[in-house]
């Protein structure tokens, strides 16, 4: 039972280990869908601000300044696309991370563990039986 024991540990140790870096990568995916919500609110919010602010002179027939608007929130709303799309990456870069927590090593535990197994295992022999 002994001879158990480390292997047992350090498997559990691992499993630990590989839970708390995929709960660390959840939170950093949580986080980045966090930014990428507060950017979409942002563009309603500069789209309804231009519309605010371009129907009075869309009213005045001021084709400079609702052209001047539009340039101003088109800059604005095409900043926070790219930041979103910047943020899609790096969730597609935290998912396939998460793909990867314990693969490096699961290999080589389970194969320890078969070994610790068959090595402790009780051998039986026909005289026995």
């Given at each position: 039972m002994s001879?158990?024991?480390?292997?047992?540990?350090?498997?559990?140790a691992k499993s630990a280990g590989d839970a708390a870096e995929t709960?660390?990568?959840?939170?950093?995916?949580?986080?980045?869908?966090a930014e990428i919500m507060y950017c979409e609110s942002q563009i309603k919010s500069a789209l309804s601000q231009f519309g605010q602010d371009?129907?009075?002179?869309?009213?005045s027939?001021?084709?400079e300044r609702v052209k001047t608007l539009f340039v101003a929130c088109k800059a604005l709303v095409d900043g926070?696309?790219?930041?979103?799309?910047?943020?899609?990456?790096?969730?597609e870069s935290i998912e396939a991370e998460m793909a990867r927590v314990g693969q490096e090593t699961n290999?080589?535990?389970?194969?320890?563990?078969a070994s610790a197994a068959a090595a402790s295992a009780p051998t039986t022999t026909a005289n026995e039986l």
């Amino acid at each position: 039972m002994s001879s158990w024991l480390p292997v047992d540990w350090d498997s559990f140790a691992k499993s630990a280990g590989d839970a708390a870096e995929t709960t660390r990568l959840m939170a950093l995916r949580a986080s980045k869908q966090a930014e990428i919500m507060y950017c979409e609110s942002q563009i309603k919010s500069a789209l309804s601000q231009f519309g605010q602010d371009a129907y009075p002179a869309m009213e005045s027939d001021d084709a400079e300044r609702v052209k001047t608007l539009f340039v101003a929130c088109k800059a604005l709303v095409d900043g926070h696309r790219a930041d979103i799309q910047t943020k899609r990456g790096e969730i597609e870069s935290i998912e396939a991370e998460m793909a990867r927590v314990g693969q490096e090593t699961n290999a080589g535990a389970s194969a320890a563990v078969a070994s610790a197994a068959a090595a402790s295992a009780p051998t039986t022999t026909a005289n026995e039986l």
